[in-house]
Structures are given as C-alpha cells and as structure tokens.
T-cell receptor, first 114, second 115 residues
Framework: AQKVTQAQTEISVVEKEDVTLDCVYE???????LFWYKQPPSGELVFLIR??????QNEISGRYSWNFQKSTSSFNFTITASQVVDSAVYFC???????????FGTGTSLTVIP | EAGVAQSPRYKIIEKRQSVAFWCNPI?????LYWYQQILGQGPKLLIQ????????DSQLPKDRFSAERLKGVDSTLKIQPAKLEDSAVYLC?????????????FGPGTRLLVL
C-alpha cells in the first residue's frame, strides 16, 4: 500500500494565483516525520520543511505555508502568489519511527504560467 | 557549506555494460543514502550507509548493483551489467547522524540512460 499519496499529478496555475498541493499519508506509528521537497528541472531535491507528528502547528515561511492535520492524515502545502520560479515537481515524504526509511509520494508537477 | 556532490551528471550506456556513480556527502555527515528515481515516480531507497557500514540494502538488486563507502566519506554505486529498466536518476543524499526523522539533503543526481 502506498504510504504517501499525492493525488494531483500535474497542476497549472497562472502567475500570482495561490495553489495548494495535497499530501495524504498512512502510518501506524505514533511518532513520525513529514517532509516536503522541491525538485526543479535541474534534478536536485531541495528540502523545504520537516514536521514531527507531535507538532500540529501550521507553519508559514514567506510565500509558503503548510497545514498539518493528523485527523485527516494530511500535510498540505500552499504557495501564495505563485511565481514562475515555483515551477517544479514537489514531493511529500514520510519517515516512520520504526524503520527510519523515507517514503516518497509520486510527486506533483507544478507549472506556473507567466 | 558545500552540498552533496555527484558525478557524472549524465551517462549513456548500452545494455550489459557497466557503470559507476560517485557521491561525496556534506562534510561531517555520517549517513549516506543512494536512491533510484524512475521517471514519474518518487525516489526509492537502494542502500543506506552509516559511516562505512551498511544499515539497509534490502531494496538493492544485489545481482547487479553494488555500493561501497570504504572510508566513511564518499561512496560509489556500480551497476554491472546494466539493463534497460535501470534507466533512471540516481540520487545520493546525506544526513548528519542517521537518526530517525532526520532531514536528508540530496545531490543533483546522475541521469542514466541505458540503450
């Protein structure tokens, strides 16, 4: 079974629009960690955020914000006032306390149209 | 601080040939990971090293893939012989201690095309 589901395969928005990327995870561990990475065309996975399962506070970093809801097992990522440089593939990942392996979703390809 | 370095960036080979990839992790990072990312998918862990010891290689196809990290710093991943289905991006990542939930930092990857 897929531990991390990113149902949106591709999203296109016009510059300055807001966009939310969905991430749903599945785990039986009570302690776990969630991550978002950005993969631009150059290929490198760029770390964006890490969250542990005991911290449900939403986080904002500039135009980026994250909404962690344990009740729905979701860790969604919103980009406000999108820019062309935001065009990339975004991956959500889960690291469980048991096993310590990263489980990546299949990614959401975001295209921001100027 | 320098990031994770990988080389080569691109490699094209014919099936049944051999190929090797190199990775140098962030300075001081004890844990090193190799991932395979097939087009349209998320990265999949192949092997994890803690210093120069293997922690997890359960998903490494050991009949054709091998990896080493002899001095606990840089690492090489080898495929011998390559198959068409090995065409993918091979990503190297490192983390400071390898503790549970620790952030992994990735290199730019090596894009392999097997013809």
């Amino acid at each position: 079974a897929q531990k991390v589901t990113q149902a949106q395969t591709e999203i296109s928005v016009v510059e300055k629009e807001d966009v939310t990327l969905d991430c749903v995870y599945e785990t039986r561990d009570t302690t776990y960690y969630l991550f978002w990475y950005k993969q631009p065309p150059s290929g490198e996975l760029v770390f964006l955020i890490r969250r542990n399962s005991f911290d449900e506070q939403n986080e904002i970093s500039g135009r980026y914000s994250w909404n962690f809801q344990k009740s729905t097992s979701s860790f969604n990522f919103t980009i406000t006032a999108s820019q062309v440089v935001d065009s990339a593939v975004y991956f959500c990942a889960l690291s469980e306390y048991t096993g310590n392996q990263f489980y990546f979703g299949t990614g959401t390809s975001l295209t921001v149209i100027p | 601080e320098a990031g994770v370095a990988q080389s080569p960036r691109y490699k094209i080979i014919e099936k049944r040939q051999s190929v090797a990839f190199w990775c140098n992790p962030i300075s001081g990072h004890a844990t090193l990971y190799w991932y395979q990312q097939i087009l349209g998918q998320g990265p999949k862990l192949l092997i994890q090293f803690q210093n120069n010891g293997v922690v997890d290689d359960s998903q490494l196809p050991k009949d054709r893939f091998s990896a080493e990290r002899l001095k606990g710093v840089d690492s090489t991943l080898k495929i011998q012989p390559a198959k068409l289905e090995d065409s993918a991006v091979y990503l190297c990542a490192s983390s400071q201690q390898g503790r549970r939930g620790e952030t992994q930092y990735f290199g730019p990857g090596t894009r392999l095309l097997v013809l």
